[in-house]
């Protein structure tokens, strides 16, 4: 990472000129332009700091060029660097104190003057606007040195000329060649963007953040859910609850089974749908025509379900094959527009060629000839192929070394070090909020499975209260996924570690299909008479064809099974996440974890006690999620906190006051004011 060589006088010298604010000479510019910092670490050695290796590779050149001899230097947020910033620190510490030893009396007055500064500073910069581009990223997520952030807009051709500007001004650029428009506004000093109101019908597709010698670059600007993402979402309400509800028409281990199967297909459409609108920026017509066609292959996936281990497999699939292809072709053209990360692209449209090639063998194969073993063979590749490189989500820098160091031990033929050098990457953000949503498609499915119309005059029965207990036990799921194992975050399982944001992203799908699989259950359990108070009669003639008098060993396995492996997928989705530590905080992490895996086999154990009607079969699960819960929120606070606030409630206001000064400026004063 980084080279020791002797240091170079004339390095020295531009940086007197740079500290003067004094123009270097022009033979002498190129030294100093690519140069992000230098710092003098003792009196006699100074360590320059560059973005990137091609600088690095450029100012080796061009001193090589011209005669000279290498320098010490180190990039940008690497361990030298790191390093050289807390000898410069102790250097001037030194030089201070010595300062300080003969001219005790100028330096009194001088740290006087520059404590007041450093007072008046601080209170400034809260009243003012700072730059905090990853500054929320890093709150919510976890600091993470290792990430950038890069301009990633298209440029058109009459923008040419803002563009070369920005280059002169050293901006970074990207390995897409995009920097933003830019304009300048009315204010002198402030720059806004041009705002376009024009949607393109096609725009050269461009990377939102990448991986790049152990540094992830990420899009300047914040990424959001687009509109249509939402729609997609509205179309996966009808196909969870669709394949759910198929699911309990034969709660049997072949239905278990024709479940999986119907599932995993469905959840990877998804997934390749967000990965690809989370690494691209696209934003043009195309594009949407792309997502549209997409929704057209999953919904003819979707009406072939019911039948689809039957007579409609082969359509169901050819569907499904569709939208791989799709997927396949797309990766294609990025390897012909981003040719930066062409071995990625090209290795990800090859991973869904496998996948084609594993669906279209299941069709030729009957059933009674082990159709099944290939089924889960593709099935295996679509969910554990996507995790090859699990780079994707941000790996830091030793982790990057340690992977390139793996793939060296390959012939050195195939030169993979070198093929890899730029990869795309997971916005972190788009992830989880996707993710986040489509478990919240699965807790709103539970929930409106719990639905049923009642014709009793008095509704207040063992339906009414079975599907009460099932809103409750939603709501306890959803409290800890979200509220619980997602808070007091010190770093996400994401940006911790590679095989830390693989398991997250992988233990979604046994999560998300664990709990639809017991909404499903839940739904014909509302609606069964088998316990007391609860009359066919109650319900009305669509709620009576499906009301059922005696429950299926099968059900009940889906359903108590179904909640302990979700619960057992949120505790390793928790263990996943690093949690700030907690003061006095009343029961470890570990703890926990621990009894809300104990409550798990609780409930997986419960389909055993047979003698448990549909009422007692659901009052014990929720009471059980009542309790993991407690325990979780009981045991993430403090001893010294108390649960309830008996302070009096006082509000305080800000009013700002703006007066006028000498010069003829205004400065700004605030008067607080409060009361109980």
């Not at 500290?19 to 100093?32: A, G, I, K, Y």
């Not at 280059?167 to 806004?192: F, H, Q, S, W």
């Not at 997934?271 to 057209?296: A, P």
């Not at 099974?561 to 470890?588: F, K, N, Y």
Request: hydrophobic share 45%; aromatic share 12%; with cysteine.
């Amino acid at each position: 990472m980084s080279a020791s060589v002797h240091s170079i006088p004339h390095f020295t010298t531009l940086k007197a000129a740079a500290s003067l604010n004094v123009e270097p000479s022009r033979s002498h510019r190129w030294l100093l332009y690519p140069l992000m910092r230098i710092i003098q670490v003792d009196d006699h050695r100074t360590i320059h700091i560059f973005k990137s290796q091609e600088e690095v590779e450029e100012v080796k050149l061009k001193r090589s060029e011209s005669g000279l001899g290498d320098v010490d230097w180190h990039l940008h947020g690497s361990t030298g660097h790191i390093e050289s910033l807390q000898e410069s620190v102790q250097h001037h510490t030194r030089k201070r104190e010595d300062l300080r030893a003969q001219h005790p009396e100028i330096f009194a007055e001088l740290d006087n003057v520059q404590r007041e500064i450093d007072h008046l500073s601080k209170e400034l910069g809260k009243h003012t606007s700072r730059p905090v581009e990853l500054e929320a990223n890093f709150s919510r997520f976890g600091y993470a040195a290792h990430i950038r952030t890069h301009k990633s807009r298209v440029e058109s051709d009459d923008e040419r000329d803002d563009t070369h500007k920005a280059e002169k001004k050293g901006d970074e650029t990207t390995i897409n060649d995009a920097l933003p428009i830019e304009d300048v506004c009315m204010i002198p000093g402030k720059r806004r963007k041009k705002h376009r109101v024009t949607m393109k019908v096609y725009k050269k597709p461009v990377l939102r953040q990448y991986l790049h010698q152990g540094v992830i670059w990420r899009a300047e600007h914040s990424e959001e859910v687009a509109s249509f993402e939402l729609f997609i979402d509205l179309l996966y309400v009808g196909i969870i609850a669709l394949i759910g509800d198929k699911a309990t028409e034969n709660p049997t281990g072949t239905g278990l089974l024709d479940f999986c199967v119907a599932f995993v297909p469905s959840w990877r459409i998804w997934s390749d749908m967000s990965d690809m609108i989370s690494r691209f920026e696209t934003d043009d017509s195309v594009h949407r025509v792309n997502i549209l066609f997409i929704l057209v292959c999953l919904l003819g996936y979707t009406a072939n379900i019911t039948f689809g281990f039957w007579s409609t497999y082969s359509q169901l699939i050819s569907f499904y094959i569709a939208a791989q292809v799709f997927f396949a072709i797309f990766y294609l053209r990025m390897a012909y527009f981003i040719p930066h990360a062409r071995p990625f692209m090209l290795s990800t449209a090859f991973q869904f060629s496998v996948s084609i090639g594993l669906w279209v063998g299941s069709c030729f194969i009957k059933p009674q000839d082990g159709r099944l073993g290939i089924i889960w063979v593709a099935i295996a590749w679509d969910t554990f192929a996507g995790t090859k490189l699990p780079i994707n989500f941000g790996l830091r820098e030793s982790m990057q070394r340690t992977f390139m160091t793996r793939l060296s031990i390959l012939p050195k033929v195939f030169k993979i070090q070198n093929l890899y050098e730029y990869i795309p990457a997971i916005n972190i953000e788009h992830k989880t909020e996707r993710i986040g949503a489509f478990v919240t498609l699965v807790y709103g499915y539970s929930v409106v499975a719990l639905l049923y119309q009642n014709q009793a005059t008095f509704g207040l029965n063992a339906f009414f209260g079975k599907a009460a207990l099932g809103l409750i036990q939603a709501f306890c799921f959803n409290w800890i996924y979200f509220d619980v194992d997602a808070s007091h975050l010190r770093m996400h399982a994401i940006r911790r570690h590679a095989s830390s944001a693989s398991i997250w992203l992988t233990v979604h799908l046994p999560f998300v299909m664990s709990f639809t699989l017991s909404a499903a259950a839940l739904s014909k359990l509302v609606v069964a008479h088998d316990c007391g108070d609860a009359s066919i009669d109650a319900l009305t003639d669509v709620y009576q064809a499906k009301s059922i008098g005696d429950i299926p060993n099968g059900m009940r396995w889906y359903y108590c099974g179904g909640l302990a492996v979700a619960l057992l997928s949120m505790a390793t989705i928790s263990v996943c996440h690093v949690h700030a530590p907690i003061d006095g905080q009343r029961l470890r992490k570990r703890t926990r974890l621990s009894f809300r895996v104990v409550i798990a086999i609780v409930l997986l154990c419960l389909p055993l006690a047979k003698s448990l009607n549909s009422l007692h079969l659901i009052g014990t699960t929720t009471a059980l999620m009542i309790l993991a819960l407690t325990v979780d929120v009981w045991g993430q606070s403090a001893w010294e906190d108390t649960f309830w606030d008996g302070q009096e409630c006082r509000y305080r206001a800000k009013q700002l006051a703006i007066s006028g000064t000498s010069s003829g400026a205004s400065s700004e004063q605030y008067l607080y004011s409060s009361w109980g």
